[in-house]
């Protein structure tokens, strides 16, 4: 079965300093990955995913990702935080188990503290 | 992608009392699901809600504490029954559309935060 390891409970970063987030995996074969953000008191936006193809990958918000096979990890980075990027982040793996049954596992997630 | 509304947004329950969660999608979509997010926690999946058959249940989960419906492609229920302090949780409704392939990450409603005193 698949799973997803996010080794930082809480991460605090100065508001215009970079930000790297990681996010490690364990399955199979090639895993689709997901990173969402989750705001205080609302559902998960997705940020980026990574199906195939190019390992570096582009978001919404200033986000990137890069997946890296022999690592089983797929880092959030941001090279500039912004106070409004305070939240918590979740990395996801999709995968089938049991043959056609296709699902999101979560990690613990990530908790970004942006200080001014 | 597609837009989902779910309510209630929050309630306060007795334990031993049902609560009903509404999850609407503003298209057809193929696959529903829903989870529960413990608090402080990570999300877990519930089920995978099916149109026409019963939902399928995660290991932990059964379907006599937590029914699930779903009439059509674009609506699904899902009840807490027989509350204890214990189901205090977020409870989020995700759809997505297609197949795995095509599918560009599930999308989640904004959850239902339940307590139960």
Known sequence: AQSVTQPDIHITVSEGASLELRCNYSYGATPYLFWYVQSP??????????????????????????FKRSQSSFNLRKPSVHWSDAAEYFCAVGAW??????????GKGTLLTVNP | SAVISQKPSRDICQRGTSLTIQCQVDSQVTMMFWYRQQPGQSLTLIATANQGSEATYESGFVIDKFPISRPNLTFSTLTVSNMSPEDSS?????????????NYGYTFGSGTRLTVV
């Open chain 2, 90 to 102: 977020i409870y989020l409704c995700s759809a997505g559309t297609g197949t795995a392939v095509n």
């Open chain 1, 41 to 66: 008191g609302q559902g998960l936006q997705l940020l980026l995913k990574y199906f195939s193809g190019d390992t570096l990958v582009q978001g919404i918000k200033g986000f990137e990702a890069e």
């Open chain 1, 97 to 106: 188990s049991g043959g056609s049954n296709y699902k999101l596992t979560f």
